[in-house]
């Protein structure tokens, strides 16, 4: 029995097993999250849908180790995030994850290549070749000719591909994106939804959180929450890729 | 993260708002300078008192004649009673460890060489004044106590005078007149400058007391061989205090005052009473200390306010930091490397307005200008000091964001 679970574990990538997660606002508990078990493998291309209060944000929170479980267990590459100090976690994200935001969260008045390297200078050991590394992705995103551009001199879909050079750059196992299209023209948001694509035919795994139905058929399969339970959990063709294509 | 790194990211936070950062800084600017000024205040007093003490004379004690004189009591002739040789004869023998004593006969007189003429003050004094007043020769000699005992027609030249009779040429051995009484020149002395009360110390004329009595400067009614002040010099190390104790009871003896009356002399301690003369300048130094200890307090609260403000509208941004691994400690270090580098740019700022105060004052008030090394460098502790514990509240703030909330702020 144990020999099976700890066989799972180590193939799954993202691992939840009787997750909840309780939140006291005044004398009022929301549960956020019910009891909800799953599993995220590696290489799988997901996306987690549902509507605003489902629940759907607490789980990229947990997802990404910003937040742990009130109950339950969450692993992450094999590690239980409730058994991991403040510190350890911001190692776990360093490492593990990248991070892509809706509101891109550049910082101001600062050029792309150092953007994009701000992570490597939170690794330990730091790369000797962060600049290298830095120029690299950017080269991969499309922005090889951007590098000392400010935020405020990109586009929005440039912005959101500097973002994504910069979640790319420490080599993580899961790009963790939060309505990645949201603040995007429909033509930008195919152009990146074919850039995460791209990226996960390369082998990383990605977890998408969105509202839009549109940019979750990109994704392989698809995880709905509603009330803080997973309502719907099945693969699908992601045939929005291949039409695109 | 290194504090390479977080140093560049401060200083790049900094330039974005650099003139909000150099207003921020004001009270560190005001603090710095003071304690520059202040430091530069008190050792410029210190190094002009010692100078005039040592221009003075160390270890030296001054007896004036006659100077008290209490209102209501008769101003009889014994009152005035002058100083004579017999006075400062049982000074010599009688105070223990009197190194070198002088007379000294102060007048004016015109003076004369060739088709040149002069008004200076003349000094009638003894041997060992010159040794009294730690004054050295430039070239020549110094009276000796035969020319005194036997009253010589010889003079030694303060450089001033030296100058004006004589001009380029070798002044000594040359013949010149004192009010039409011919005097030969033996040494002329080295320049002093100008006194603590503005007087040029090397306009004056040393002849032997013996040679200005009754020719140069009038003869006393009262006493024949009068010898106007005496100044003693006491051996290395001796108490000023206990041989002024002395000298009063010797006097008093010599002198025949009866115990409950007025000495009819003063001994004076002129070093003490320089000493006292510059105190008021260490009190405007202890002013500035304080200010600077206010500025430095007023500015650490100033830049305390400027990074809760700075916490405030970078709460995204260190969000995003935690998000992409930057521990608690990253962003601890990060923001108070910030408000350090916030008052070490006051410190700069301050170190120069400081620098400038300081040597206006020097200016103003004619000392050296003493800028000391360890002053600057306290101050910049001091600056860094203050920005460490002022910063380290909102430092400490953002360092405890939720990394969710933070991300999530507008």
Known sequence: MSGTVTTMARHALISASGVS???????QTVRALD???????????????????????????????????????????????????????????????????????????????????LPLLYANPKPSDAEGLARRRLAQVGLADRLDHHPRQLSGGQQQRVAIARALVGNPKILLADEPTGALDSRTSAEIMQLFCDLNAEGITIVIVTHEPDVAEYALRKIVFRDGRIVEDKPQSGFQRRAAE | MSILDSLSVALSALRTNLLRSVLTTLGIIIGVGSVIVMVAVGSGATSEIDRQIASLGSNMLVVYPGASRVAGRSAGAGTRLPLAERDLQAIREKVPRVMAISGYLQGNAPVVFGNMN????????????????????????????????????????????????????????????????????????????????????DDIIFVPITAARGRIVGRSQVVNDQVGQIYVKLEPGASLEEAQEEMETVLRQRRRIRPGTEDDFNVRNLAEFLKARTAALSTMGWLLGATSAISLVVGGIGIMNIMLVSVTERTREIGLRMAVGGRRRDILTQFLVEA???????????????????????????????????????????????????????????????????????
């Open chain 1, 21 to 27: 997660k309780v939140y006291r606002m005044g004398d």
């Open chain 2, 118 to 201: 002069w008004t200076t003050q003349i000094g009638g004094v003894h041997d060992q004044y010159l040794t009294v007043r730690d004054w050295p020769l430039a070239e020549g000699r110094e009276m000796t106590s035969q020319e005194v005992s036997t009253g010589a027609r010889v003079a030694v030249l303060g450089s001033t005078v030296a100058e004006k009779l004589f001009g380029a040429g070798d002044p000594i051995g040359m013949d010149f007149r004192i009010t039409n009484v011919p005097f030969k020149v033996i040494g002329v002395l080295t320049a002093k400058g100008q006194s603590s009360f503005g007087r040029d110390q």
């Open chain 2, 340 to 410: 350090v580098s916030l008052s070490l740019l006051g410190g700069v700022i301050g170190i120069v307005i400081g620098v400038g105060g300081a040597a206006i004052v020097a200016i103003s008030a004619e000392w050296p200008i003493l800028i000391n090394a360890e002053a600057v460098m306290v101050a910049m502790a001091a600056a860094a000091m203050t920005g460490i514990v002022f910063g380290f509240f909102p430092a400490r703030r953002a360092a405890l964001l939720n990394p969710i909330d933070a991300l999530r702020s507008e």
């Open chain 1, 35 to 117: 009891d909800v078990s799953l599993e995220i493998g590696a290489g799988e291309f997901v996306a987690i849908m549902g509507p605003s209060g489902s629940g759907k944000s607490t789980m990229m929170n947990l997802i990404g180790a910003l937040d742990v479980p009130t109950s339950g267990v969450l692993s992450i590459d094999g590690r239980d995030i409730s058994s991991l100090s403040s510190d350890e976690l911001a190692v776990l994200r360093n490492r593990t994850i990248g991070f892509v935001f809706q509101q891109f969260n550049l910082l101001a008045r600062t050029p792309a290549l150092r953007q994009v390297m």
